[in-house]
């Protein structure tokens, strides 16, 4: 599944390493979890879609890292990093063994079908 993403070419020069290094520190430390965790989920505070994720794995039994980036309020311009990386435009981001699954809908699927506990075992 490509996704549109924007030529180098079509990104001046003097900007290129600003768009390649903005806010690095939080894609890092997402992208360090995922290597250390079967699933992370990542979300932010007053949203109530990462509490819900989280509700339904945990009623699964199913352990996972949680990270939170901030609120509404702060920290937006942060989390856009982790957007842009993902391509994903909303918050949880659930990750299964290093993989994008989606967020707090599409990790109830997954527990639903059984689909989650296929993906942890492999």
Not at 21 to 46: F, N, S, Y
Not at 51 to 69: C, P, S, T
Not at 87 to 109: C, I, Q, R, Y
């Amino acid at each position: 599944m490509p996704r549109a993403v924007l030529s180098e070419s079509q990104i001046h020069p003097a900007v290129r390493e600003r768009v390649a290094t903005l806010h690095q520190d939080i894609v890092k430390e997402v992208q360090a979890a995922v290597a250390a965790h079967a699933v992370v989920v990542v979300g932010m505070g007053l949203n109530p879609m990462p509490k819900r994720a989280r509700k339904a794995l945990d009623a699964a039994g199913v352990a996972y890292q949680y990270l939170e980036y901030g609120s509404y309020f702060n920290t937006w311009r942060r989390r856009n990093a982790l957007k842009m990386w993902t391509g994903w435009p909303t918050f949880p981001m659930v990750f299964v063994k290093g993989s994008l699954v989606g967020g707090a809908t599409d990790v109830e699927a997954l527990i639903t079908n059984g689909e989650l506990k296929k993906l942890l075992a492999v």
